[in-house]
C-alpha cells in the first residue's frame, strides 16, 4: 500500500508539471511547430520623368495558382504526381502550354506545401474566361490577380531605367516569401531597395504534414514611394529618334545643376520583353549581338574624345602662361621622331590663332601647344574637368581614362614618351572618356562651373568652380563659338538653331587595318538666346526662365564630327529651343 500510494503522489506530481506548470511552454512550442510566417511584397513604387509622366509603371497580370494541399496524397511523391496529373490535366482542356515539371512540383512541395503554386503566369484574358467559366471542372486551381513590371515607352531610356526580374532568393527572416521583383539593371537595380515599399505579413497554421490548414493577416503590405527623376522623355525621344540605326550615345544635361534631360544609348532594347522574367534565348541573342546592346554607352562605352579634347589642351595651355594671341604654322603635317600626325587638311592651315585653331580644329597646332607645356599641365587640366574620375551619377558609370607617365608604366610596364603626350592633346591615343563626361566638359566651359550629374530629381545640386581665369576660359569660348559659326568646322551643329552656342567636333580613328574605323563626336553648350538689329544671334541677358543646356554625341563608324554627328545635335537642339527666328 506505502509503493502503491507513493505512485500515485508521483505521477500527481508528473500530472500537475505536465497539465498546470508546463502549459504556457508547450502551447508556446506547439504554436511554433503549428504555424508559419509568410511574407507578401508590396507594389513596387512608380519610376516617373519630370513632368510626373510613368516610366515604370504596374499593370494587372492574372496568374493560375494551384493548392496543393488538395492533391495530398499520403507519400511525397504520390502528391508530386497528383498535381503533375492535374496540371496536365488542365493544359490539356485549355490549351495552355506545358506547366512545370514534376521536379519543380516536387521541389515546391518539400519546400513550400503551404503556399499555392504558380504554374502560368500572366495569362490572356481569354484564358481567364475558360478557367472562370469551367472553375467547377478544375477544383484546386484558383486565378490570382497581381502586378507585373511595365514600361509604357518602351525601348525609350531602357538603359537608364533598367528592368526588374523575379527574385531568386529571399533575405527576409519570415518562413516563407513571395518571389517579389528585384531590380537588376539602371535605376530599377540603383533605386530597388527605394521602389521595394514595405512587406506584409500572413500567419499561417499547419498540419502535421506542412500543409495550410488557416490563416490570419498580421500585417497588410504597403507600396513603395515613387521616384521622380530630371529625365525630360521630349527631349530622350527627340535623342534616341536621332540614333535610330546608328551604334552611339548621347548625354544632355543642365549644366546649372546637374540634371540629366536625356541618356540615351543605341542600340537599345525593350525591357517589357525582360518580364516577368528574362528567357534564355533572348539573353543570349542580345549577349551574342556584335552591336551590344546591353551596353549603356552613355554612360559605360569609353572612348577616344578626338578633338573634342582640344579646348582642355587649350585651357592648359592659356593656365600656364601661354597668351591666347600665340601663332603656330601649320604646314599639314607635324613630325616628332618617326611620327607623323596629319592635320585634316592636308596642305595645311597656315600661321594660326588659338582660336582660330580651335575653329579649324588644327592638329598641328595643338601637337605643338603641347610639346611647349608639357604632359604634367595637359595630365591637371583633364582631371579639373572630371576627365579620369566618376563623375558621381546616381548611377554606375565608367572613369575613363588620363593617361601619365606613372599610369602608363603600371599598366603596360613601359615609359612616357613625347608621342603619347601628342596624341592625348588631339584627344587620341590612351586617352578615353564617356559621352556624360564631355557633356559635363562642355557644360564646365560655357558656365565656369563642373556640376554632379544626377536623375533623382529630389538630388541637392553640387557644382564646384573650375581653376581657370575668366579670361582664359572667354578665349576658349570665342574658339568653340567659331565652330557653330558659318566657317568653323560645326556649323552644321548650329544650322537654324535658335539658341546660342558654343560646340566642338571631334573624329577618333579607332583599330587599325580593315577593322580602322572613325568615331564621330559633336560637343555642344546652348542657351537662350536674343537677336539684334541684323536678326543675328546673340547672347541673350540670363532671366527666369532662360533655358541652358550641354549636350555630347558620339556616333560610331561614322564620316566626320561635322558631317555625321553635329546634324544630329542640331535637330535636337531644335526640338529644345525651336529654330533661329525672331518668332
Not at 204 to 219: E, H, P, T, Y
Not at 364 to 393: E, H, K, M, P
Not at 479 to 498: H, N, Q
Request: glycine share 10%.
Amino acid at each position: 500500500m506505502a509503493a502503491f500510494a507513493f505512485g500515485l503522489l508521483a505521477l500527481g506530481v508528473k500530472m500537475k508539471e505536465l497539465q498546470v506548470d508546463g502549459v504556457a511552454a508547450y502551447q508556446r512550442e506547439n504554436a511554433q511547430q503549428s504555424s508559419r510566417s509568410v511574407r507578401e511584397s508590396g507594389s513596387r513604387g512608380l519610376i516617373l520623368d519630370r513632368c510626373g509622366r510613368v516610366l515604370a509603371g504596374n499593370r494587372s497580370c492574372v496568374s493560375v495558382m494551384c493548392r496543393v494541399d488538395a492533391f495530398r496524397r499520403r507519400g511525397v511523391e504520390s502528391t508530386v504526381a497528383a498535381v503533375t496529373a492535374a496540371v496536365a490535366r488542365v493544359a490539356r482542356q485549355i490549351g495552355l502550354p506545358c506547366g512545370p515539371s514534376a521536379r519543380a512540383v516536387r521541389r515546391h512541395v518539400l519546400q513550400s506545401p503551404l503556399l499555392p503554386l504558380e504554374v502560368w503566369r500572366d495569362i490572356d484574358e481569354k484564358v481567364v474566361a475558360q478557367l472562370s467559366e469551367r472553375a467547377e471542372e478544375f477544383p484546386g486551381f484558383d486565378l490570382n490577380c497581381g502586378e507585373a513590371r511595365v514600361y509604357p515607352f518602351g525601348s525609350l531610356a531602357a538603359h537608364t531605367l533598367g528592368y526588374v526580374g523575379l527574385a531568386r532568393e529571399t533575405d527576409s527572416s519570415a518562413d516563407f516569401a513571395e518571389r517579389e521583383p528585384r531590380g537588376r539593371e539602371g535605376l530599377e537595380r540603383y533605386y530597388d531597395s527605394f521602389l521595394r515599399g514595405v512587406a506584409g505579413e500572413r500567419q499561417v497554421v499547419v498540419d502535421s504534414r506542412g500543409f495550410a490548414v488557416k490563416s490570419r493577416v498580421v500585417r497588410e503590405p504597403r507600396s513603395g514611394p515613387s521616384l521622380r527623376l530630371t529625365l525630360d522623355m521630349e527631349i530622350q525621344r527627340a535623342v534616341e529618334r536621332e540614333l535610330v540605326g546608328e551604334r552611339g550615345a548621347c548625354a544632355v544635361i543642365d549644366p546649372r545643376d546637374g540634371s540629366v534631360l536625356a541618356l540615351a544609348s543605341a542600340p537599345g532594347y525593350d525591357p517589357n520583353s525582360f518580364i516577368p522574367t528574362l528567357s534564355a534565348s533572348l539573353y543570349t541573342r542580345l549577349v551574342q549581338d556584335p552591336a551590344k546592346p546591353l551596353l549603356n554607352r552613355a554612360v559605360a562605352g569609353q572612348y577616344a574624345p578626338g578633338s573634342t579634347f582640344k579646348p582642355v589642351t587649350a585651357l592648359a595651355a592659356l593656365r600656364l602662361g601661354v597668351p591666347a594671341s600665340t601663332v603656330y604654322d601649320c604646314a599639314g603635317v607635324y613630325e616628332c621622331g618617326g611620327m607623323r600626325i596629319r592635320c585634316a587638311r592636308r596642305w595645311g592651315h597656315g600661321s594660326l590663332s588659338l582660336a582660330e585653331a580651335l575653329r579649324d580644329s588644327c592638329n598641328v597646332y595643338f601637337c605643338q601647344l603641347a610639346a611647349d607645356i608639357g604632359t604634367n599641365a595637359l595630365f591637371a587640366a583633364a582631371r579639373d574637368l572630371g576627365l579620369g574620375s566618376r563623375t558621381g551619377l546616381d548611377f554606375p558609370d565608367k572613369s575613363g581614362i588620363v593617361p601619365g607617365a606613372e599610369w602608363k608604366l603600371r599598366t603596360y610596364g613601359e615609359p612616357w614618351y613625347t608621342g603619347d603626350l601628342l596624341q592625348m592633346s588631339i584627344g587620341q591615343g590612351m586617352l578615353l572618356v564617356t559621352p556624360l563626361q564631355m557633356a559635363l566638359v562642355a557644360g564646365a566651359v560655357g558656365t565656369g562651373r563642373l556640376v554632379r550629374p544626377h536623375l533623382n530629381a529630389d538630388s541637392a545640386p553640387e557644382s564646384r568652380q573650375i581653376p581657370f581665369a575668366a579670361d582664359h576660359l572667354d578665349a576658349v569660348r570665342a574658339g568653340m563659338r567659331a565652330v557653330v559659326e558659318k566657317k568653323g568646322t560645326g556649323w552644321r551643329g548650329a544650322e537654324d538653331v535658335g539658341a546660342w552656342m558654343l560646340g566642338k567636333t571631334g573624329t577618333a580613328e579607332v583599330g587599325a587595318g580593315e577593322r580602322r574605323r572613325k568615331n564621330t563626336w559633336f560637343i555642344a553648350y546652348a542657351e537662350t538666346c536674343a537677336f539684334n538689329a541684323s536678326g543675328e544671334i546673340v547672347r541673350a541677358a540670363p532671366t527666369a526662365r532662360t533655358r541652358v543646356v550641354a549636350i555630347a554625341m558620339v556616333v560610331e563608324n561614322g564620316l566626320s564630327g561635322g558631317g555625321t554627328t553635329a546634324p544630329k545635335v542640331a535637330a535636337i537642339l531644335r526640338r529644345i529651343f525651336g529654330r533661329a527666328s525672331r518668332g
